[in-house]
């Protein structure tokens, strides 16, 4: 079972809309969490991260959240624009193991105009 | 700006292959990374480095070798190319804990 699950497993929006991407993990203790956005054909670009002590961050349209208590973040995307069609993965870092990262199957989203 | 560049982003190789994957960094970071990108399995690591001539198995590192003779650069090696290594494969790289930088991707086909 992953350890990092996300969902939708994929999203289609309007432009202008927003929307909101949904990460549960298990990994414990974590040192950090990260969202990375990325387009298609192309590696991954950060969006934020948050560590342990933090529950909310922006990234201009972006706004990532996390509750540690029940171990879920969430990436809310506002007034959404046709670049922001992607794959948005959720990254868990372990404090221990090194830093290793555990990544989520990713939410696919599609900005329709 | 962080710089991580891959020797190509198309790739197509028969069974049996043996077959070269390059990652050049550019800020001189100590930590790089392989990772494979495959649909519904998101993606997993195959190997890491974190010094020079240093490397450690990551989850699925059977198939797969690398090598780090240099800081900048980190390659993976397919020794005798299979089908199911086709895949999406990522390089990325690090400083200490930080945040991961990842270069273009190499999507590799073996017929």
């Known amino acids: 079972k992953n350890q990092v699950e996300q969902s939708p497993q994929s999203l289609i929006i309007l432009e202008g809309k927003n929307c909101t991407l949904q990460c549960n993990y298990t990994v414990s203790p974590f040192s950090n969490l990260r969202w990375y956005k990325q387009d298609t054909g192309r590696g991954p670009v950060s969006l934020t991260i948050m560590t342990f002590s933090e529950n909310t961050k922006s990234n201009g349209r972006y706004t990532a959240t996390l509750d540690a208590d029940t171990k879920q973040s969430s990436l809310h995307i506002t007034a959404s624009q046709l670049s922001d069609s992607a794959s948005y993965i959720c990254?868990?870092?372990?404090?221990?193991?090194?830093?290793?990262?555990?990544f989520g199957g990713g939410t696919r989203v599609l900005v329709k105009p | 700006d962080v710089k991580v560049t891959q020797s190509s982003r198309y790739l197509v190789k028969r069974t049996g292959e043996k077959v070269f994957l390059e990652c050049v960094q550019d800020m001189d970071h100590e930590n790089m990374f392989w990772y494979r990108q495959d649909p519904g399995l998101g993606l997993r690591l195959i190997y890491f480095?974190?010094?020079?001539?240093?490397?450690e198995k990551g989850d699925i590192p059977e198939g797969y070798s690398v090598s780090r003779e240099k800081k900048e650069r980190f390659s993976l090696i397919l020794e005798s190319a299979s089908t199911n290594q086709t895949s999406m494969y990522l390089c990325?790289?690090?400083?200490?804990?930080?945040?991961?930088?990842f270069g273009p991707g190499t999507r590799l086909t073996v017929l």
């Open positions: 990325a790289s690090t400083v200490a804990l930080n945040e991961q930088f």
């Open positions: 480095s974190y010094d020079v001539k240093m490397k």
């Open positions: 990254v868990v870092s372990l404090k221990a193991a090194g830093n290793k990262l555990t």
